[in-house]
């Protein structure tokens, strides 16, 4: 293996070839879009004011970026372009990347910066500068995104260069590049895939994500356990994996049922029974059952519920749900405290929902095997998810929003989006059990006078509860490394709003 970590078979090119990105400019092309919209994502949520692009070519892709400051650096033809044509716009700064002196450039890096450096490492003879740049950014609390082909997944596992791109000295492997970063001191806090171009879009680009922050709050991140607290109504299905799983992933769990008619009471009665350390239970209303579905009363049960534990994270999920860290070695809990150690008391959720594709039966136990097809958001509500919270001195409002998003004063979001896998409806049989017999009827006539519940409307007796197979997306051991970016942001939301509408009643 070379120092780049590249095989040692490799052929790299000898010669740098100039890129003159200013012939791009009018093109329908627009290349690594989603590198740009995660970076005024994160200028957004992280409250940051400024962005650098390492590299910035004609200009175009970050005068896209809405940011209070916009720094390109680059040099040649590429920098008089930018210096013309958004001279009154923009701050644009002359610099060889490839010289030992671009150092200088971190000096206008702090931790208001969002730093993006997407498609250049490429073009370098010697990248090791640059990487020593991006690294002195990082180390002054810039949020740093970096992106560059995967030799891979665009030429073939074959593939030993050179490479067909001729401005292109030499290109790496996922693994490989994230190895050469680290042995620079350049830790990720994601690496994965994005979109190569607006048209093409495939997964064939490296996307890396740095952020020192998160790197400090890991070491100093304590260790209470949080507290979910989760509502029922029939799920004996899913209840037993689904409340193992929260306890799996470092938190306690208090189960509100809201009298279940199948088995769901006595299994969570046996669990509560087997680990009254990290498991509770109480049935609600107290009294006995209501007539209707009253969500918002069980809303506020849980803002009492939580209300009892200060200074605790809390989560507020259902059973039929799977909460994951945007940090694969991290359990739910720790992010939670890495979350609390950079400064916030909110974590926001993006929900991907798994769809069953045929007639088999849901086999408890098996959600994530079993279930390997899933949809982005497709409603409002999906993208509308601050469900877990550090409990202050007061309630915190969860009814106000119908459960949406945790109000609170003071309240301060992860820059990070949690991911939750929901699992509403797992076979045929059981959506036509829980849609048509289970719930239509159960709704409180209020609050579906209100606009609530109306997730389930399309639904008759004549549906077949299945999804066609090709319209979802696979859930396989690649998942994170291709969909990560567009959770832990708000792509996936940006991809909603902008699809195609149709017309009609």
């Known amino acids: 293996m070379s120092k780049y970590k590249l095989p040692e078979n490799y052929i790299e090119r000898k010669e740098m070839s100039y890129f003159d990105d200013s012939a791009n400019f009018e093109s329908d092309i627009v290349h690594q879009p989603e590198v740009y919209e995660a970076a005024e994502y994160f200028l957004q949520s992280g409250r940051r004011t400024t962005i650098i692009d390492v590299g910035c070519g004609s200009g175009r892709k970050l005068r896209s970026v809405n940011a209070d400051r916009h720094i390109g650096v680059d040099f040649g033809s590429n920098l008089s372009f930018c210096r013309q044509r958004f001279d009154a716009w923009g701050e644009w700064i002359e ?95 994601y690496a994965g895939y ?5 048209v093409m879009r495939e997964l064939r680009t490296i996307v890396t994500i740095h952020d020192i922050a998160v790197d400090r709050a890991r070491v100093n991140a304590t260790r209470d356990r949080p507290l979910a607290i989760l509502a029922c109504y029939n799920e004996a299905d899913v209840i037993a994996e689904v409340a193992a799983d929260i306890v799996e992933q470092g938190c306690d769990l208090v189960a509100i049922d809201n009298w279940s008619t199948d088995e769901t009471w006595s299994i969570l009665t046996t669990l509560a029974a087997s680990n009254p350390l990290r498991i509770g239970l109480e049935r609600f209303p107290a009294g006995g059952p209501d007539v209707h ?19 605790r994270w809390i ?78 001195a007061d309630a915190v409002d969860l009814a106000s ?72 997306i696979g859930c396989d051991a690649s998942f994170w490394r291709e969909h990560g970016l567009p959770i832990m942001t708000d792509i996936a939301e940006r991809r909603w709003k902008s699809r195609p509408r149709v017309d009609g009643p």
Not at 114 to 143: F, M, S
């Open 194 to 198: 994005t979109l190569n171009n607006s």
């Open 293 to 311: 579905f009253e969500w918002r009363q069980i809303l506020r049960r849980k803002e009492v519920v939580a209300h009892k534990f200060p200074g």
């Open 315 to 392: 989560v507020h999920t259902d059973a039929d749900e799977l909460r994951r860290s945007p940090f694969l070695d991290l359990t739910l809990a720790d992010a939670l405290h890495v979350a609390q150690q950079t400064g916030a008391n909110r974590v926001d959720f993006n929900v991907i929902n798994f769809r069953p594709v045929d007639d088999r039966p849901f086999r408890p136990g098996t959600l994530e095997t079993d279930l390997s097809y899933f949809e982005y958001g497709t409603r409002p509500g999906h993208f509308k998810q601050a469900k877990a919270w550090l409990q202050g």
């Open 95 to 189: 610099a060889d990347l490839s010289r030992e002196d671009c150092i200088v450039l971190a000096d206008h890096a702090d931790g208001g910066t969002v730093v993006v450096c997407a498609d250049v490492i490429e073009h370098l003879l010697d990248p090791e500068p640059l990487v020593a740049l991006l690294c002195a950014c990082y180390r002054r609390g810039a949020l740093v995104l970096t992106s560059t082909p995967d030799r891979i997944r665009a030429r073939g596992a074959e593939h030993c260069g050179p490479a067909p791109n001729r401005s292109h000295i030499r290109e790496w492997a996922l693994e490989e590049y994230v190895e050469f970063l680290a042995d620079h001191d350049l830790p990720v806090a």
């Open 401 to 472: 929003s119908g459960g949406h998003s945790a109000e609170f004063s003071g309240a301060v979001s992860f820059p990070y989006k949690f991911l939750l896998r929901h699992y509403p409806i797992r076979s045929a049989e059981h959506g036509r059990r829980k849609v048509l017999m289970e719930r239509r009827g159960r709704w409180s006539p209020d609050e579906r006078a209100a606009g609530w519940h109306v997730q389930y409307d399309e639904f008759s007796e004549m549906s077949s509860f299945k999804w066609e197979q090709e319209k979802l």
